[in-house]
């Protein structure tokens, strides 16, 4: 696995590592090796062996998004955020700008992507409003690092099954921020899409995002999430059978290997399952492309 000048090797026999290494050397490339898998891109990696699983923490980033938020000596948040979801706020209070309001969001971004999913949400919602801030919206932000200041020793715990099967589970919030902005606002009725794909019961995508067509109904909403997270678990399939291929497991991920997608919604798992060429009274106006995925 390979970021710009960053790489992790994988084997099931570390001779085979070393051999690589040996030959990239013998190229002339400049190496610095590590004794073990301790980190990765900001990334603190632990494997315990005695229960088998890997716990994924970034002590140092949300260190430095507590700093860079200044928030003192405030209690922590049991939660990322309210109950009621972010609204724009167009006539709140103007931001108190005493930091850089893009710069801890795309930190936070980093942080959800790679070991925090269950701040996704969170960041999403303040993701929002980079280029509109009010107040309300560093209070929100400001939130996401009291409850991290609470959490910071936590992470993502991978504990794999055994069995190679991909799950991916989606959800959908139809319409979300309707009762709670300008009804005539079109980005106010707007559905978000929830989904996580996980691969031997650990989650390696996940995504929180508003869609970008309007729904006109919940089995709408539901069927355009299933699409959207077709959209990633299509290309993470071919990868993973790739992989299995070139570390000795393709005779037995060929044999055993599934994919299951889980939705909630009856009207858009009976449409998802008709053969090509679906349509139904209600849904002959839906877009070519949510059919295809």
């Known amino acids: 696995m390979v970021y710009v000048d960053d790489t992790l090797f994988y084997s099931p026999d570390p001779k085979y590592i070393d051999d690589v290494i040996r030959k990239l050397e013998a190229e002339e490339m400049d190496l610095e090796e590590e004794d073990n898998v301790a980190g990765f891109l900001g990334v603190h ?8 699983t890997i716990t994924l923490t970034q002590t140092g980033l949300i260190d430095q998004i507590i700093d860079t938020l200044n928030l003192g000596n405030q209690s922590r948040k049991l939660t990322p955020a309210a109950a009621e979801p972010l609204v724009m706020d167009a006539e709140g209070d103007p931001p108190d700008g005493t930091y850089s309001y893009a710069s801890v969001v795309g930190m936070l971004q980093y942080l959800q992507a ?26 929100a932000l400001e939130r ?7 959490t910071k020793d936590r992470g993502l715990i991978l504990s794999p099954s055994g069995v190679l099967d991909i799950d991916c589970y989606v959800d959908v919030d139809f319409a979300g921020l309707w009762p709670y902005e300008d009804k005539h606002d ?15 019961n650990c989650p390696v995508i996940w995504s929180s995002k508003l869609q970008t067509d309007i729904a006109t109904s919940t089995m709408e909403a539901e069927y355009n ?9 299509l290309p993470f399939k071919r990868l993973f059978l790739a992989v299995s291929c070139g570390i000795g497991l393709a005779d037995e991920v060929m044999t055993s290997f599934k994919t299951s997608v889980w939705e909630d919604n009856n009207g858009a798992l009976t449409l998802a399952n ?20």
Request: with cysteine; hydrophobic share 30%.
């Open 274 to 293: 008709m053969e090509p060429g679906r349509m139904t009274p209600r849904s002959k106006h839906y877009a070519v492309k949510y059919h295809w995925f």
């Open 114 to 139: 790679h070991s925090r999913p269950d701040i996704t949400f969170a960041v999403s919602q303040c993701a929002r409003y980079v280029h509109r801030t009010r107040r309300s919206h560093e209070i």
């Open 144 to 150: 996401i690092g009291l409850y991290l200041k609470g």
């Open 45 to 52: 990696i632990e494997q315990n062996d005695a229960d088998n």
């Open 225 to 233: 999430g299933l699409s959207l997270c077709m959209r990633d678990l």
């Open 186 to 200: 079109p980005s106010c009725v707007k559905s978000r899409t929830g989904f996580v794909i996980c691969i031997s």
